[in-house]
């Protein structure tokens, strides 16, 4: 859900997106007009009943299976599901008409259907204490060349690195790879980390967990604002 509201921000800001977020977490003061009125529309999308019943408690995998089973019209995902379309445990009639489409714009906000999320992940690395840290190193160096991991996945359809794939295109993509592929091409700007992915430790959790409360109404907007500011504190 937090990167959800990231995507709302980030339609509203445009490429004011990132110093927005990072004032806010400098500061400890998320006041910003365009913050809460992300967390407005937030919880906007949710009193309209947007989310399935029993949302705010569900894990990834409940959210998965309604989609996959055909009991959600929706899911909010990157493109490391792409996998779905080969996947032959989901139905044919579901797996061969997945299709996926950019956040929509907002009105008057400054981000254009074009300019999307891209997060790219997070890195390894290896523990100077591992007790076979020397070959952990060098499988990690194998494994993140080029024409290794990246191509391994993009062939088999589980997911689209951070580079280009076109070399290893054989004209049997899935019709949801391709998708990825022109929402890329296509994007004028790239949003870059998620909102939860920019602070602290402290402020991660706070956002996570209190994020549930501000949508279903638990918690006021107002409050949800100044607890995760206080986080980064």
Known sequence: MAVYLSDI??????????????????????????IKKATEILKQ???????????????????????????????????????MALNEDIPKEIRENIRVFTM?????????????????GGGYAVSSKSEHKEE???????????????KYGWENGVGMSAQDQSAYMTGKETKLQMQFVDAVNNATSLSGTPI?????????????????????GSKSVDDFLKIIGDSCK
């Open 9 to 34: 921000l980030y339609k509203l800001t445009g490429s004011d997106y990132s110093s927005t977020v990072s004032d806010a977490i400098k500061k400890g003061d998320f006041s910003d007009a365009n």
């Open 136 to 150: 952990a190193i060098k499988f990690l160096n194998y494994m993140y060349q080029p024409d290794k991991l990246s």
């Open 45 to 83: 999308t949710a009193d309209a009943k947007m989310f399935q019943k029993g949302y705010d408690s569900q894990d990834y995998g409940t959210a998965q299976n309604l989609f996959t089973n055909g009991q959600a019209a929706m899911f909010y995902m990157g493109s490391w599901e792409a996998s």
């Open 104 to 120: 929509p714009i907002i009105d008057g906000g400054k981000g254009k259907a074009t300019d999307i999320a891209a997060w790219n």
């Open 196 to 216: 939860n992915d920019c602070g602290p430790s402290t402020f991660k959790t706070s956002i996570e967990s209190e994020i549930q409360s501000v949508s279903n």
